[in-house]
Every structure is written in C-alpha cells, then in structure tokens.
C-alpha cells in the first residue's frame, strides 16, 4: 500500500531535516581555529537522495547504510593547500560506525577522538554518535596531513553525544577476537566490497536483515567469523539452504563453516578455497561454539 503523507507530517519531516542540518552547521571548525586554515566555500547541504548529486557513482553504498543528510564545506590553508570536510547523519550509530569502517582504509593508523577515529595520509574519518564524518586533503602537500588530523579532533569535538553500538557486537568477544574488527552492514553490496563471497546474493541479505564480522588469531590461525540476523527464522533458513546450495556447486568458494541458529546464520570464513585445507573445521571449533553460544543468548535478550 502507498504510504500518502499529510501536510503536517511533511511539514514535520522538512523542520527535522532543517534541524539536522543547522545542527551539523556547528561541527565545521571555525576560521583559523586550524591555524591558518579558513573556510573558501559555504557549507553544502545534501538530504535524502540529493547524496547521489554530491557522490558520484557512491551513493548507494550510504543508502544502504540509512543515510540522512550530508554537509560539506572546503578550507583553504597555507601554501594554497585545500581541505574538505566532509560530515554525514545517518540513522542509527551502527549505520554511522558501519560506513566509518566501510571507508576506513586498512592500512589506516588509529586517531584517539571520541567515539572512533581514523587517519591515514591526507585522509582521516570519524564515527560518533550517528555521524560519520571524512575529512581528506585536495593534493598531498606539506602540512595537509597533519592538518586533516586537526580537523578530525575538532569536529569529533563539536559533535555532542555519543552513540551505543547493538548487543550483536558483543556476542563476537570470545577466544581469538580481534578488537577494532568489526565490520557491520545491511546489504550485499557492502558485503561484496568488504569481503567478497559471490557476485550473487548468496546470502540473502535484504531488506530487514543486517550481518556483522570480526577478525580472529586463533591456534597461528587467521580467520573471520560473521553472524547474519535476518528478520525471521523462515528467512534465515531460506538464507542458509541458498548459501549451502552455492558452496556445493562452486568448488572455487571460500573454505567455510556455518549453522543456521533461530534467526541467525553464523560462520566463518577461512581465506582459503574449498579443498585446500583439511583442518580449517578443527582449528576454529572452540571459538564457533562459544560464538554460537553467545549468539543464543543473544536472540533470547532481543
């Protein structure tokens, strides 16, 4: 059925999105409070799909993490040396920290802001609350990185709460886990891109269902454990039949372990293919169990 909004509703909706806007207004660092650097352009504002007009060809990938509205705004500095500054709202703080850890790149050294930093060259990023904010210099010249680094404290600064993650997050902290891991998305999109499984939706991941990972050292062994919540059981044993069905037709297919649980499927991936290790199963046994475990009682608590 067509949802038909009244006049007061979008009434409604247009001052939250005004308020959102003039609110992030604030989190640009004023004129030379970088010393040296001043704003060369006004602040941009991006709502809603709007976000295609201002990335092109990425805006998608923010649609799927429940994007709101974008603000955006250029610095100039020493040198004629440029800086954008680049702030997004999303809906809830897994949405803002999950595009942070999209973009965040792998190489990227930690920048101690509250709630998470990351800086990386003449890039750095921010996640707090629900905002999610990318600051990245124009050209590589001399003092943007440090520069950038600035930025990053001062808008984490001015951004005024934080945000709590989901239980789901917890249920990964068993034997092996590797803090500052976690990956967090709602579509195969995502997914594609922060670890490949298929160029099929093999997972089914859609509309209602969300998926997380973490890295894991577990015995000299690496490996990657997920946990996909869908919004049913039916779903999720729709979900696990595909999934098995895939894995016994392409012998090319990461080596893998999973069990569908009530609404969940939790796995592993093992960075190998199919056939070229025998102990993958053995070596990550104790940790899938515990995991498995603590997604239970993580069902049971929902």
Do not use: C
Request: aromatic share 14%; proline share 3%; no cysteine.
């Amino acid at each position: 059925m067509k949802r038909i909004l009244t006049a007061a509703a979008l009434a409604a909706a247009f001052s939250a999105g005004a308020w959102a806007e003039e609110d992030m207004k604030g989190f640009f660092p004023r004129p030379q409070e970088i010393a040296g650097w001043t704003m060369s352009y006004d602040i941009d504002t991006y709502a809603g799909e709007k976000i295609y007009d201002f990335i092109d060809g990425a805006g998608e990938i923010f649609m799927k993490y429940n994007f709101e509205v974008a603000t955006a705004a250029e610095y100039a500095g020493p040198g004629d040396a440029s800086i954008a500054v680049e702030i997004y709202k999303m809906k809830t703080p897994e949405d803002a920290y999950g595009i942070w850890m999209y973009q965040k790149p792998t190489t990227a050294e930690k920048l101690e802001v509250s709630q998470g930093g990351y800086a990386s060259g003449i890039t750095a990023g921010v996640w707090k609350g629900t905002y999610y904010a990318r600051i990245y210099g124009l050209e590589e010249k001399e003092g943007v990185a440090a520069a950038a680094r600035e930025f990053a404290k001062s808008v984490s600064g001015r951004i005024p709460s934080e945000g709590n993650l989901p239980n789901l997050f917890k249920v990964f902290e068993v034997d092996g886990f590797q803090k500052g891991t976690i990956r967090f998305l709602r579509s195969d999109l995502a997914l594609r891109n922060l670890h490949f499984v298929s160029d099929e939706n093999v997972l089914d991941l859609g509309e209602g269902a969300e998926m997380a990972f973490a890295d894991y050292v577990l015995k000299k062994r690496a490996f990657i454990a997920f946990v996909a919540v869908y919004p049913s059981q039916q779903a999720a044993i729709a979900a696990a039949t595909k999934y098995a069905k895939f894995l016994g037709a392409n012998e090319r297919a990461e080596a893998t372990w999973f069990k569908q649980t009530g609404k969940t499927i939790v796995g592993t991936w093992t960075g190998l293919k199919v056939g070229e290790t025998t102990d993958s199963q053995d070596v990550m046994f104790e940790t899938i169990k515990d995991l498995i475990e603590q997604v239970k009682t993580y069902q049971l608590n929902r």
